[in-house]
């Protein structure tokens, strides 16, 4: 069970490929929120799993069977929905894009700790409310609920990078890494957006909207079950994904930087362009221009 899945036809920047590749090969998975088994056919294909599928839903849990070992149709937030896997051990369990659909997310986190194995990990996805969109709506003082999206109108609860650790922790759990899929807002949407609220446009103020936390648009956690006697566990500092933070970010960061010299270099260009002393001058290099072209074309 060392083996992990590596190549995958998703992008790297989609929440079921960054879970599949951490994977191994041969596990035996409990998929919580399986949906129509998309990414159960992944689980099969990549990393040869046997995996047990929970979906609440009916219409689409039969989907799901065409790749799951077995898939059951249960409330997550029922305290007895799990009662008949007791005594059975998985090697990963998975929730994505689950808890913020859950009235009680911490007590199922509590309840699954017994269902893994002593290596065994746990891996979940959650939408980043923090992501910069979201701030640029509320720095309006909007807050609309979507069809989709980090705003779903199903979702109960909502997560920072701060707030997933927290939770995971006070349920018994250590982080061993914290990811994320990337969305990253076009600089003229968001001075666009700061424009119509009278906010000056820097690029300090646009590089804020391009951290890490920003630019999240899902938080991709693994974690394992803390002994009991640890009662706390250290939060893991947000690892910048390289496509997005060291190269996107800087760049724009940069971009923006000179886009602004250019614009204080212009400004400064016609301030002069508009003395006196200028016009002055302008005229004496004409006049001398004219001097020079009657000795030099007889």
């Known amino acids: 069970m060392t083996q992990i899945a590596t190549h995958l036809p998703l992008h790297a920047n989609h929440s079921h490929s960054q879970i599949v590749r951490r994977v191994p090969r041969y596990a035996r998975v409990l998929e919580l929120g399986c949906a129509d088994g998309s990414m159960s056919r992944l689980l099969k294909q990549h990393c040869e799993a046997s995996i047990i599928g929970v979906e609440q839903n009916p219409n689409t849990a039969w989907r799901a069977r065409c790749f ?21 051990k998985f090697d990963v369990i998975t929730l994505v894009d689950v808890l913020e659909h859950l009235q009680h997310p911490q007590a199922l986190l509590q309840r699954l700790k017994p269902l893994l194995l002593d290596e065994g990990c746990l891996l979940l996805s959650v939408p980043n409310v923090a992501h910069a969109s979201v701030r640029l709506e509320l720095l309006k003082g909007d807050f609309r609920y979507e069809s989709s999206g980090i705003l779903d109108d199903t979702h109960l609860k909502f997560f920072t990078a701060t707030t997933l650790q927290t939770i995971l922790v006070e349920a018994g759990y250590a982080v061993q890494a914290l990811d994320y899929t990337w969305h990253d807002l076009a600089d003229t949407v968001i001075s666009e957006q700061l424009q119509t609220l009278g906010i000056h446009v820097t690029p300090e103020a646009l590089a804020a909207f391009h951290t890490p936390d920003a630019m999240a648009y899902q938080f991709i956690a693994a974690a394992q079950p803390l002994p009991e006697v640890a009662a706390t566990a250290p939060v893991v500092p947000l690892k910048p994904l390289t496509a997005s933070q060291d190269t996107w970010a800087g760049l724009q960061q940069e971009l923006a930087q000179a886009r602004q010299q250019l614009l204080d270099a212009q400004a400064e260009l016609g301030r002069v362009y508009a003395t006196r002393s200028w016009q002055v001058l302008r005229r004496g290099a004409d006049a001398w221009r004219g001097i020079q072209s009657r000795f030099t074309h007889p």
Do not use: K, M
């Open 68 to 88: 799951c070992d077995y898939v059951f149709t249960e409330n997550l937030d029922d305290p007895h929905s799990l009662d008949a896997l007791e005594g059975e």
